[in-house]
């Protein structure tokens, strides 16, 4: 069945350094990619989203790319701050009436 | 604006007893969605409605029933509480299948 994978499952940056976290989708059909924060103990909440027919979006310090033709994409965050630490899901879905398929989360680690 | 809005907050319940996790949303949505998220894991959907009138397993529905009562509530029904569904219960809505919004969640622990 549809499968998204995301790596790695623990990722400790030194504050202020960049952070990349990866996930590898298995639909091909799928187009809509949404990347969530949750912070202990709260809600998940979207923090950036792309769509297949966009290779990049950017929202200040974080960016997500795309690459259809492998199949999967990423979560950039620069400048790593303290409120950054958090778990984080990359999702993908083929769109209206269809679920979101989750990654298994990233727990990130901002070191002082 | 409330949201998405869940109740109750917390609950204990003893194994065998039975409850309803009540979640409604304001926004006019048209898709809801009850996930569960054990201790350190990641979220796992239970049960999801596409559309008013509508309603598909997920990835663990057993042991558990929804109801679409109309557009702006969707419930989950645990019929016979077993300890293994001590976990938080999110309940979300999305529209178009896009942006996914959270409830504050459900904390039940089954004894």
């Known amino acids: 069945g549809e499968n998204v994978e995301q790596h790695p499952s623990t990722l400790s940056v030194q504050e202020g350094d960049s952070a990349v976290i990866k996930c590898t989708y298995s639909?091909?059909?799928?187009?809509?990619f949404p990347w969530y924060k949750q912070e202990l103990g709260k809600r998940p909440q979207l923090i950036i989203d792309i769509r297949s027919n966009v290779g990049e979006k950017k929202d200040q310090r974080i960016a997500v790319t795309l690459n259809k033709t492998a199949k999967h994409f990423s979560l950039h965050i620069t400048e790593t701050q303290p409120e950054d630490s958090a778990v984080y899901f990359c999702?993908?879905?083929?769109?209206?009436?269809?679920?979101?398929?989750w990654g298994a989360g990233t727990k990130l680690i901002i070191k002082p | 604006n409330a949201g998405v809005t869940q109740t109750p907050k917390f609950q204990v319940l003893k194994t065998g007893q039975s409850m309803t996790l009540q979640c409604a949303q304001d926004?006019?949505?048209?898709?809801m969605y009850w996930y569960r998220q054990d201790p350190g894991m990641g979220l796992r959907l239970i049960y999801y409605s596409a559309s008013e009138g509508t309603t598909d397993k997920g990835e663990v529905p057993n042991g558990y029933n929804v109801s679409r009562l109309n557009k702006r509530e969707f419930s989950l029904r645990l019929e016979s509480a077993a300890p293994s569904q001590t976990s938080v219960y999110f309940c979300a809505s999305s529209e178009a299948g896009l942006e996914q919004y959270f409830g504050p969640g459900t904390r039940l622990t089954v004894t």
């Open positions: 999702a993908a879905s083929k769109g209206s009436n269809y679920q979101l398929i």
């Open positions: 926004m006019n949505h048209n898709s």
């Open positions: 639909d091909s059909a799928s187009n809509y």
